[in-house]
Each structure stands twice: as structure tokens, then as C-alpha cells.
């Protein structure tokens, strides 16, 4: 559909003017409906005619830039499949701030608590598309669940803890690392980040027998449900404390925003880790014994190593498991 | 014959005296050791069994020896049938000191050896009676009683052969020195009590094949075994589902080359050897369950049963995921390894690798900042909310809304009654009620005429048809009056000082207060009409009186009805002990009268 026809453009006044009134009118509204997280073109035709009259009309599509730009918003990607995705600029009326979304936090563990909260969004993307590939491809769909996301991140902090009281402490170690025996206890916010997380509980209920919010599963959990009402996330299932799939729009924020501005931030630290193709999540098959199966939970998760840079230092870990356990018991 | 006075089961019984009984070192063997390698084990069990069989030997021997007697062939009658006969005979005549003597019982054993052969002398069946109770006595023998040799098993697993000596009927003296006969405890407990079983009932099998399985640890045995296996399966399936779990994620990174296949093989063959074997056990458990009757052992075979039967349905369930694992693998390795690379080109990042594990290692306050600036981007864009002024104002000003705890009041039902609609129309019940009401009690009228008239006053229109049939119908209810009730009414009304009766009382049939009833009489003229048929009733109003008086009355009647037949109808309804009678009579006879052409 073409502007010259639209009978509900909103200045008939003079005659050069109403077209471009209405087109930018319909850029406004395609930006509209992309506001919306979980409308998508598959279930609204005015939606789906707009989309595609962005794709095929690069004047229209230079406009509804302008107008997003206007509003603080960048266009990530614009598809049949996720509609208009977009992206908030810092200081956008639109973008949400982790500081709103953890704002019920306070006390001493306010900081603590929103690192946790903004580290469970990051510990879901990267279960969610564990390859780099699986980033990149519109029709890949990713699977996570709330146990899931806990037990790989708890993974992750045994295996860097089993790194910081290795004989060999040197990988990260030169440029700021924390100092490998013990974290500092007069300085909470140089503590390693996964020592706040792996110091949390994992689950634990309160006097009217709900989930406590405080603990990593409920912290993930809170994660998932926002996603699900940003529409990023869709659930299909209970189990595993909750399961989810992604959605496209997902996919796209995380590759065209998240990631990057998360990679700027290490950068800016000084922090670069080269990665493989293969991503580095691994399914390590679990030998069969009877204290497994009568946990689940416990295993239910993707032991994670370090990729190929790294495997001597990950089989000594994944082979030891319990090395460090004794010393605690 | 000598009579050996001693009491018989102090000596005979091996369980009150062990150190006689040659079984006795088998009391204390734990039943239902599974000794490995051996051939046998303790089992007193089948000690019991192997004597309680010896027990019925000599009854055997009976009929084994019975043509070997000289004289007669005495291979007619059936020796150990006659044998327990004689050991009832001696069981019932028991009571607590005394027994039977040999007289009584062979008095009552002859009767039933002639039975068996009717047609042999009397003295032969004596005989034969005779001869069946000295061998139950086994006379002939020096201590007067049985033995039969046996075997067990020693703890330590060598074979021994044992004796077992008992005696079925023993003599004995009563004080004043009369010899009696008693039934020993072996004889009533095997020969009178555990025979006396039904060999072909399945329920008895179950319960003893059962009660054999527990008694010996079998049945515990078994549920272990199926437990230990479901719990296997378990496993299985557990491994399983985060290997297809973690292919659905990332086809490279489970090992689909070596461990997973092996993982398959190997719970494949477990899913094969179990379901034969618990399909076996669940085969025998069930029916052993259906017939016994015991509630524990029931209840034991019904556990089990249970148990094994949710095993197999979990090795079921293992074996179709197994054999949809390498569906799965194909799938999904078509999916993720064949699939166009994205149209955007380049590589993604990897997430875990180049943003969790160093954001993970940062101080709490860096990797702050870095999860932050990831938040922003991952979670979109939101329009914020923001409320009209005017609307926060009012949602702000309004006063909690108060919830009723009973909830909304529950509209009353208003509930009306249904009627049936009146056949006829009002119209015409005046039409036919008034042409009644004008009948003179002195002239009675004809139907036809009275049909005609209604005719005439309905004018053609419909009403004028269904007042002639309302009048049919009136005239019809008229052949039978209800002239007790009427009678009584009457009465009432006279009492009453004209106070007028209940009008519709009746019903429909109309009534000149309290004193005058219609009444239609048939007298043979046939009616012409279009309409209907049957018989030109004549319809006229009468009086009711008491018997006393009929005179008055029926020459009001009688004046035009001549017919004798209402003058009698009229007497004799009169009496109230009949009209109910006559009534009936005379609906069946009015039904008759006129009818719908």
C-alpha cells in the first residue's frame, strides 16, 4: 500500500505535505507496534503490511530510522518473523535500566544483588545460544530452564574456583585478578563475582512457602519472567523449575545489543578471551551411579569447560570434581 | 489281640518328644536357605509332608493286599474307602476319654461293606470289616503301629534317612478294664483333616504355592530383584534424557560417535532381559493373587504385582525412548549442522567463553557494570508507563472497593405454575352450560335438539362446533350421574338453609344448586346427526331423594321418560351403597351410547 492512498492522514492541508505526513505516520506506527513485546506480524496484518513495506521500500525504512532515532530508540532488525526489534539508547525514555528492574533491593546487598540480577540475564543468553553460530541463525530456537541456568552457572564457579586454587593461578591473573586465596573482606565489590553467586543459596523457601526471591534460582527465575513479558522468552513447560524457548527478538538483542555492549564494557577493562567456533559448553556424560540418578537436579545441568585454550587446566577440573570437596567436609 | 495300654501320642508324636524323633534335629533348621551348591537344605517343610504321605500308606497296603486273602475274592470292595469309614466311625464316637469299641464299629462297618457288594453273604462282609479294622490296628505286627522311612537333609548337606514310626487306631482300657478304640492325633490330623481338601481347587494351589514363595523369602526376593531393576531403568533413562537434552542444545557437544550408542546398547539389553523376566513373574504372581483368598498373602502377591507391573511399564517407556535416541541425533544434526548459515554472515559471539566466564571472574563491582550494560540490550525496549493525570487522580480518590465475604445475592427463582389450557373455550362452556340450564325438569329434551340449538346460537363460527361437542360430552357424563354425591349434597343444602353447594364440585357437570342433576337417558332413538352418531340421548334435570319418597321424583322423570330402565337406574342409585357400582356400569354403557362419526 502506498502513501498517496491513505484516507486517514492527519493534514489534508496543503497538497505536498499529506503524503509524507502519512508515511511517517506509518513509520510511527510500525515503531509503535514494535513497542509492543509480544505482538508479532504472524498474528496482526496491519503489522505485517507494515513490515513489509519496510523491507521493500528503503525510503520508508530510512524514515522509520529517523522517527526511532527521535524517540531514542535504534532499529536492531526488522523481520517477518520477530517484527521491529529495537533497542534503547542509555538515555531512552524506553530503555529499561537494571537499576529499575532490581530497584526493590536494598541494604548492603543492593549492589551485590543487582549484579546477580543483570549476571542471571547473561548466565540465560549464554545457555540459551551456547555457539556462536547459534547466535546468528534466525531459525535456531533455544531452550533453557530455571535449574538448568543455576546448575551451569554454578559449573562455571567451580571451575573458577578450582582455577584460583590450582597451582596455576596465571591465566587471568596478570591484569587485576583477584588475589587467588580468599576474597578480600573489607572490600565487597572487589570480590570475584562468582564468589557472590556461588555464596548465595540455590533455592530456599520463605515462612509462606514461597520461592525466595533472594536466592539464584529465584533471581534466575525473576530473569526468565521479565524476558517472558518483554517477549523475548515463550514458556512451554514446568519442569526444571520452569523451561522456556526463545524467540527471535531474543536472538536479535542479544546479538546486536547485549553482547556488544557487554563486549565494550570488558574491553574498556581490558579483558579479551578468544573463542572457538564450537562455542564452549560441553556435555560431559555423566558416569552412572546411584547417588546420580537419585539427585537429578544435581547433574541436570551442562557441566561447562573453557574451550580448546584452555583444556588442560578443564580436564584437571572435570576430572577432579571433588577434589576440592574434602577439604570442606 | 493284646491291648497296649500306653497313650500313643506321647510316644508317636515327634514334636512333643524330640529326643525319640529321629526328625527332631531338623526343628531348629531356618527354613528356605538358598544353599548354593548343594543339593539339598532343611527343610522341615518337606519333613511334614513326606510323613503326613506315609500316614496314608496302609490304607494303600489295603487295597494292595486285599486279593491276596485267602477264601474269597474280596477285590469288589474298596478297602481304604471302608478304612476311613472306620477311622470316622472311631473319630466320632470319640469323645474325651472314651472311644469306640470294636464292636460298635464294626456294627456299623459291615452295613457299608455289604453296600459295596450286595450280592455276597453276610459273613463275608463281617468279615471284610473285620479285616479292614485289624489292619488299621495292624494286629499282626509286634508293636501294633506303622513306620515308613524318610529322608532330610543335615545342615551341613549330607543325606540322612530317618524312621518314622505312627500308629492310626490304637486299644485302649477304660478303668473298668473294657477295651476301647481311639483315632491317634496322626490319624485325625491327616487322615480325617488334611484329606479332607479339594485336590482340584486352584485356590488351594495359589495359597499353598503362595505361602510356600513367602515362607521361604522368595516372594521378597523377587520384589528386591524388580525393585534393584526399576531403579536401573531409572538411570538409564536419566542419562538418556541429558544426552538428548544437551543434542537438542548442540548436536557436538554430546559424543554420539562412541558413549551414547554404547549407553544404548547397554540399556537395551537390560530392558530385554528384565521385561522377560518380570513378565514371567508377573504372569505366575497375578494368577496366584486372583485365587487366593488369605488377604495377607493377597495383599503380598498384589504388592508384588504391583511393583513388578510398574517396572515393566518403566522399561516399556525406557526401551521407546531408546529407540527414538538416534532419531533424535539425526534430526537434530540435519537441523543444526545443515542449516544455511545465517544471511547476515559472520561469526556470533560466544557467550559463555568471551562473556560469562570473564564477567564470572571480575570483581563484583566490574562484572557489575559489565552484566549491566548486557541487561540494557537483552531485555528490550519498554514503554514506560505513564497514567493520565486525571486517571491516577481518580484511581487514587476511589475508596477501596468492599467485597461482600457471601458474595452476590442470589436472585429469587419466580417460579409459575404451568396449566394445561382449557379445551373448550369459554364461549362455549356458556353456550352449552346455559342450553342445559334452561332445560325444564318437566321436559326433557333431545340431544339433536339441543345440538341444534347450540348450532344455531354458535352462528357458523368455530365455537358453534365445539359447543356441540362439549354438550356430546356433557350429555355423556349425564347417563351416569353421580347421584350419591348429589344425594348427599343435596342434603347439605337443605341443612344448610339453601346455602348453594360448591359449584364444579362435580367437575364439569352442572348442577342447578344443590338439588337438580342432569341426567340423559338412552331410549332406543337413534341419532341423526353430521357430526356425531349413537343413540338421541334424552336429557332432563331430576331431583334426588331419599328412598322413602321415590314416587314424587321419578314422576318428574317419568313423565317423559318412560323408559323402565331409568325408572330402575333412578331407584336404584338412590342407594348410595350401589351407586358406585352402577355408575361404572353405566359409563360402560354410556361410552357406547354416542360416538364421533
Known sequence: MSGDGEAGAPAPGAPGRAPVGAVARDAAELIARGLRPRLVPARDSRYRELVGRYLREPGFAELTHAVADGLGIVVLDVSERAGLVAGGLADSAFAVRIGDYARRAGGEHRAADRMLHALAQLAVAALAFPRPADLTDASYVGRVSVDGVDAFVREATRLLEARTSGPDPLLDGADGAPPPDGPAADEPRLEA????YARRPATGTTRDSRRLAGSTTGVIARAMGFLVESGCLVPVGEEGGGTFRTTPRYQVQVRELAADAAMEELLTLGVVTVAGPDGGLR???AVPDLLDAGAPGDGAGDPARPSAPETGASRQATDGPDAPEPADV | MSSPARPPSARHDPRQNPPTDPAGGLAGAADGGLADGRLGWPDDGMARRLKALALTQPLHDLDARKRLLDGADLSVYAMAELALH???????????????SHDQVLRRLTPLAAAQAPRR??????????????NLINVGSV??????????YHPDGRYERRRFDFKLLVELADPAGEIYLRATDEAVTVLVGALDTDVTSAQVAAEVTLDNLIRRGRLSDARAAAEAARYRTVQYAEQLRRSLEGTRRDV???????TVPALVDEALGHVE?????????????RRYRDSAADPARKRAAADLVTIVADCVRRHTQLQARLLEAFAVFRAEQDRQQFAPPAAGGGTGVDLYTQLLAPTLARPAGEAARVAGAFFGGAVGVRAPRAPRLADLVDALLRPPVERDPLGAPIPEAELSTWEEPARFGDDAWTIALDLLDELDPDAPRRLSGLLAAARERGAGEPVATEAAQLLVLLALHAVSPRLAAAHRRGDAAAQGAGAPAAPGAQGPAPDTPGERVLLAVDDGTPLDDPEFGGADLLVGRVVVTDRPAPVDERGAVGADARDADAAEADAAEADAAEADAAEAEAARAGAELVGTR
Open chain 2, 143 to 152: 508293636d501294633r503301629g506303622f513306620d515308613a522311612v524318610y529322608g532330610t
Open chain 2, 273 to 285: 532381559a528384565r521385561y522377560r523376566h518380570e513378565n514371567a513373574i508377573l504372569t505366575h504372581i
Open chain 2, 121 to 134: 453273604p453276610a459273613t463275608e462282609h463281617e468279615r471284610v470289616a473285620r479285616w479292614v479294622l485289624d
Open chain 2, 86 to 100: 472306620a477311622i470316622d466311625l472311631v473319630t466320632v464316637a470319640m469323645d474325651f476319654d472314651r472311644g469306640a
Open chain 1, 193 to 196: 563475582a562468582w564468589r557472590l
Open chain 2, 252 to 258: 557436538l557437544s554430546v559424543d554420539w560417535l562412541h
Open chain 1, 283 to 285: 556435555v560431559v556424560p
